[in-house]
């Protein structure tokens, strides 16, 4: 391994816990609807780092490549969901607080 290459790790390891606890904080403490859905996008984001980095680590880049094309095509199907609901739910309770979602019916 190179020394650029075991630059670029020592990078990834700081910035995947990083990313990891980033986006835990924002989808725990938040009550926004879109900071949550930010917060999961962050956290995706560091799970995405982590496959590429482990693909390039073991050497199953082809692998790692399937995973992470796989995990985009779920974060825009989650995104697509996820905003739908939360415009459905503006629209019922004019805010975009989860406090106000436990008044709703049905």
């Known amino acids: 391994m190179s020394d650029s290459a075991a630059n670029l790790i020592r990078i990834m390891v700081i910035f995947i816990p990083l990313f990891f606890i980033t986006g835990l904080y924002c989808v725990i403490t938040t009550r926004n609807l879109i900071?949550?859905?930010?917060?999961?996008?962050?956290?995706?984001?560091?799970?995405?780092?982590?496959?590429?980095?482990?693909?390039?680590?073991?050497?199953?880049?082809?692998f790692?490549?399937?995973?992470?094309?796989?995990?985009?095509?779920?974060?825009?199907?989650?995104?697509?969901v996820a905003s739908g609901i939360i415009i459905n739910a503006y629209r019922h309770t004019e805010s975009l607080d989860t406090r106000n979602l436990e008044n709703l019916k049905g």
């Open 35 to 62: 900071r949550t859905l930010i917060g999961l996008e962050v956290l995706s984001k560091g799970v995405t780092l982590l496959f590429v980095v482990a693909g390039y680590l073991t050497g199953q880049t082809g």
């Open 64 to 80: 790692s490549q399937a995973c992470v094309i796989t995990l985009i095509l779920l974060e825009a199907v989650v995104l697509a």
